[in-house]
């Protein structure tokens, strides 16, 4: 046994070589001359004012990018698909674009791995999911919409499976392998999951639908991964929603921090739950249950809309996510497309449209009543200068600037610690929408503990700027921390979609700190309150408070002092995204 364990460990050391030699060999070719499909374009920008590309951020040179796709990891390379438009800033001809990393930071852009141009695929190769097969194959299962507009799934393999590139990509010859039944919207029919084993030995994937007005996912099983029944029941359906898109199906494990493999059901000792994600409503939802693989039946801890907090991955600008098991850390990784703000002639004109999150490590929290997300590890090699200071006091109505970093490009970790929370307003027992909440008692509404947090993307003079911020409200029996995004003075440049957000965090601001983490890159601003508890993402199009000119302050707009416990700011390296 311990002959196997030491074969094992030594071949995942030789893994790990592998991918980084593969992917460095990669990178010594494109800046050697071999070209690929996003890079030979790459300087066809360059003419033109970019204040809002990113700068560690996922985004191709140009055109339109939506729905990520498929990402794995695969002989020490990790791999990622997105829905593509190869011709325009807008959608179209949506293709998938495939993209390979050492370290999901640093990106070389291989050539579109799926265009539209089989029957059964003409009007557009939608959104899937990759999964490894047995044989360490992996296969593409995805949404092709034929020339009658129909939605259909279709299968494609790698041309040649020992290379670790996976630079070619072969449709499958009995393509569609699913067409949409005939009691279903022919229009509403797409986005295979990733599959995972049963205890038979069979392959399930859930389809994002609709039956009866309800939001579905179709759970359909395989011997082969190739010819697929239909079960007699959805793996889950809600009354209360419609349409479903991009659903994902996914294990967690209970009281632990590792991320579980697509098809584990079981482990020793620990249990696990299951989490349902759909998109629908412009905004991703999940569930949480129990998943009975022998029967296939999935019972849910509350409805989607029901749970307390109407769970959500993140609370802003958001949608069609995706996830994947990295086998190499033993984690779950999360990507989620981002969309523009401003209008298609802006796109135009910039010559790009859409962002993809940082990736994010998924996990189920402590209560195991909502998960916990949190940027890739890897993200912080891109820390260079660093600000940091402790234990200041923040007065009622004051702020303070923290310079010394690029604010447009930084990543901003604050602690806030509060005292006298008898002081707290007083928020009513009854059910409250924390986006209304937000936007009613925005960043310049003066309260007692909050409006606190950080001014991101200002101008000297804040003019414009954006808040990310708390505000603390008492109830009968408790306290409710309120985390908030407020865009509204993010840019005066017009026609500017700048909707505030809100979400409540699950703490107790009596036992825990109120913590932040904000991700600040040009045009995009992530944020992480309660260490994960919520997240938040915006797209700000600042026309004063950009690169140089941009500031970072942190303030206190409430009459109550609190302080600052501390303080870590970052500028941020440019990833390297070719």
Same mark, same amino acid.
């Given at each position: 046994m311990m002959l196997f364990k030491t074969k094992l460990s030594s071949l995942n050391i030789l893994m790990k070589i592998y991918g980084f030699c593969v992917f460095s060999l990669c990178c010594f070719m494109i800046f050697n001359g071999v070209q690929v499909e996003a890079f030979k374009n790459h300087t066809l920008l360059m003419n033109v004012s970019q204040p809002y590309r990113t700068a560690y951020h996922f985004q191709p040179s140009k055109n339109w990018m939506n729905d990520p796709n498929g990402p794995m990891y695969y002989k020490g390379v990790y791999h990622f698909f997105y829905q593509f438009n190869p011709y325009g800033p807008l959608w179209g001809n949506i293709s998938w674009a495939h993209a390979i990393s050492h370290d999901l930071i640093n990106w070389v852009h291989l050539d579109v791995a799926l265009v539209p141009n089989e029957p059964y695929d003409i009007n557009g190769c939608f959104s899937g999911s990759a999964t490894i097969l047995p044989n360490g194959e992996p296969a593409i299962l995805y949404t092709g919409v034929d020339g009658n507009l129909h939605q259909v799934q279709n299968l494609a393999f790698p041309k040649n499976i020992s290379d670790p590139l996976l630079n070619e990509w072969v449709k499958w010859s009995l393509n569609p392998i699913l067409s949409p039944p005939d009691e279903f919207n022919p229009f509403l029919y797409r986005d295979p999951s990733t599959g995972w084993m049963g205890p038979d030995g069979e392959w399930r994937v859930v389809i994002g639908t609709q039956i009866d007005h309800q939001g579905a996912a179709i759970l359909y099983k395989s011997k082969d991964f190739q010819i697929w029944n239909r079960s007699p029941s959805p793996l889950q359906l809600s009354n209360i929603t419609t349409f479903w898109e991009c659903p994902d199906f996914y294990p967690v494990i209970c009281n632990g921090k590792s991320g579980l493999d697509t098809s584990v059901i079981s482990i020793q000792g620990k249990d696990i739950k299951h989490v349902l994600k759909a998109s629908f409503n412009n905004e991703d939802y999940y569930i949480l249950g129990k998943y009975d693989p022998e029967s296939d039946r999935y019972d849910v801890d509350a409805d989607f809309m029901k749970s307390k907090g109407w769970l959500r991955y993140d609370y802003g600008r958001f949608y069609a996510s995706k996830s994947f098991y990295d086998g190499e850390k033993k984690r779950r990784i999360l990507w989620s497309w981002v969309c523009e703000g401003d209008t298609a002639p802006d796109a135009i004109e910039k010559g790009w449209s859409g962002l993809q999150t940082i990736p994010r490590s998924i996990r189920l929290s402590k209560n195991e009543d909502q998960l916990v997300q949190w940027p890739v590890e890897e993200l912080e090699k891109l820390r260079t200068r660093k600000v940091h200071f402790k234990n200041k006091k923040l007065r009622g109505r004051s702020m303070i600037e923290i310079s010394g970093?690029?604010?447009?490009?930084?990543?901003?970790?604050?602690?806030?610690?509060?005292?006298?929370?008898?002081?707290?307003?007083?928020?009513?027992?009854?059910?409250?929408?924390?986006?209304? $909440?937000? #936007?009613?008692?925005?960043? =310049?509404?003066?309260?007692? !503990? /909050?409006?606190? +947090? @950080?001014?991101?993307?200002? &101008?000297?003079?804040?003019?414009?700027?954006?808040?990310?911020?708390?505000?603390?409200?008492?109830?009968?029996?408790?306290?409710?921390?309120?985390?908030?995004?407020?865009?509204?003075?993010?840019?005066?440049?017009?026609?500017?979609?700048?909707?505030?957000?809100?979400?409540?965090?699950?703490?107790?601001?009596?036992?825990?700190?109120?913590? $932040?983490? #904000?991700?600040?890159?040009? =045009?995009?601003?992530?944020? !992480? /309150?309660?260490? +994960? @508890?919520?997240?938040?993402? &915006?797209?700000?199009?600042?026309?004063?408070?950009?690169?140089?000119?941009?500031?970072?302050?942190?303030?206190?707009?409430?009459?109550?002092?609190?302080?600052?416990?501390?303080?870590?700011?970052?500028?941020?390296?440019?990833?390297?995204?070719?």
């Open positions: 970093i690029t604010a447009s490009q930084a990543d901003v970790e604050i602690t806030f610690r509060l005292s006298k929370h008898k002081h707290a307003e007083v928020l009513g027992a009854e059910v409250v929408d924390p986006q209304l $909440l937000c #936007t009613q008692k925005n960043a =310049s509404m003066e309260g007692k !503990f /909050g409006p606190f +947090g @950080l001014l991101v993307l200002a &101008s000297k003079d804040l003019t414009e700027h954006t808040a990310v911020f708390f505000r603390v409200f008492r109830t009968a029996n408790s306290f409710r921390v309120l985390m908030c995004v407020d865009p509204s003075r993010s840019s005066s440049k017009p026609l500017i979609d700048k909707p505030i957000y809100g979400a409540f965090l699950a703490l107790d601001p009596r036992h825990a700190k109120i913590s $932040l983490r #904000t991700l600040i890159d040009h =045009s995009i601003v992530e944020s !992480f /309150g309660g260490e +994960g @508890l919520a997240c938040i993402t &915006s797209r700000i199009y600042p026309v004063l408070a950009v690169g140089e000119q941009a500031h970072l302050f942190a303030f206190n707009n409430g009459t109550q002092s609190i302080s600052i416990s501390s303080l870590s700011a970052w500028s941020m390296k440019k990833a390297q995204i070719v």
